[in-house]
Nanobody, 127 residues
Framework: QVQLVESGGGLVQAGGSLRLSCAAS????????MGWFRQAPGKEREFVAA????????AYSDSVKGRFTISRDYAKNTVYLQMNSLKPEDTAVYYC????????????????????WGKGTLVTVSS
């Protein structure tokens, strides 16, 4: 049973920073490509950032490129999302996701390509 548990969300002023964490358990972390997605009220879930099994490849949505950084720590079975220069439009529930059916260097940006999801953590950015 794969479990993904997000943490680190909260309320922050525009221009501030937050770091989200996603702790994974239940299967070999190094075998999973990981990603962050978000869903704002009344909107569909959208891609934010992804990282390959190898950790060597990453991808970002245009809306967060240059402000957010995804990384992973294999010793801690954790993936992070460092969010800087936050904007009110970044307000959303942020979800961590994983898939184990992917090549070593691939990143997955389509939520349909993910097999496991956390319950989400709320990020609210005030103006």
């Amino acid at each position: 049973q794969v479990q993904l548990v997000e943490s680190g969300g909260g309320l922050v002023q525009a221009g501030g920073s937050l770091r989200l964490s996603c702790a994974a358990s239940g299967r070999s972390f190094s075998s999973a490509a990981m990603g962050w997605f978000r869903q704002a009220p009344g909107k569909e879930r959208e891609f934010v950032a992804a990282i390959s099994r190898s950790g060597g490849n990453t991808a970002y949505s245009d809306s967060v490129k240059g402000r957010f950084t995804i990384s992973r720590d294999y010793a801690k079975n954790t993936v992070y999302l460092q969010m800087n220069s936050l904007k009110p439009e970044d307000t959303a529930v942020y979800y961590c996701a994983a898939t184990f059916t992917v090549g070593f260097s691939r990143v997955i940006v389509n939520p349909d390509g993910m097999d496991y999801w956390g319950k989400g953590t709320l990020v609210t950015v005030s103006s």
